[in-house]
């Protein structure tokens, strides 16, 4: 079952980086599913250099994208009052249904189901080692918690100027 859900949100990833790449270039859908394919076959050969260098292209990519979207935020100018009001007390505006929901698939974040699973063990830690099996699992939650943190702030960031617009 759990392989169903991966495939079944690796599609919706592929149709919406495809729909994205047309909205941007005005590339037909079927050029920008096989530019997103292709670039998943670039992680792969990246990740055949060793895990570390992948994870650093990752951090290079999230930095571009989260430099990007705040300048975006800060030039659309939300009012910060509404922005701190809406995270306490979640709201839906009248007839923004379809955006709110095109904005929960949007962040949804399928890659949590195998990535983070997948990061902790690559990490060699002895399994006879009480104390440093402990260390590993505190150390993959401070990780998880900051890519979760990133990832919350990258999300406001797109609301907030998803809202002014």
């Known amino acids: 079952m759990t392989e169903l859900a991966i495939i079944g949100s690796d599609i919706?990833?592929?149709?919406?980086s495809a729909t994205a790449l047309n909205i941007l270039f005005g590339w037909p859908l079927w050029?920008?599913?096989i530019v997103t394919i292709l670039d998943s076959f670039l992680f792969l050969f990246i990740h055949?250099?060793?895990v570390r260098?992948?994870?650093f292209f990752f951090l290079m990519l999230i930095a571009v994208m989260?430099?990007?979207f705040m300048i975006n935020m800060f030039k659309a100018e939300p009012d910060a009052g509404q922005m701190a009001f809406g995270t306490f007390v979640p709201t839906v505006p009248k007839g923004s249904i379809g955006a709110a929901l095109g904005l929960v698939g949007a962040v949804i974040m399928p890659h949590n189901l195998y990535l983070?699973?997948?990061?902790?063990?690559?990490r060699s830690v002895g399994i006879d080692d009480l104390d440093k099996m402990k260390e590993a699992v505190i150390y993959n939650?401070?990780?998880?918690?900051?890519?979760?943190?990133?990832?919350f702030v990258i999300s406001t960031m797109v609301?907030?100027?998803f809202a002014v617009y």
């Open 31 to 33: 050029v920008g599913a």
């Open 12 to 16: 919706q990833e592929v149709l919406g």
């Open 141 to 151: 939650n401070i990780e998880s918690s900051i890519s979760l943190f990133i990832s």
């Open 116 to 122: 983070h699973s997948s990061l902790v063990l690559t």
């Open 66 to 68: 989260t430099i990007t």
């Open 48 to 50: 055949y250099f060793g």
């Open 159 to 161: 609301i907030a100027t």
């Open 53 to 55: 260098k992948l994870e």
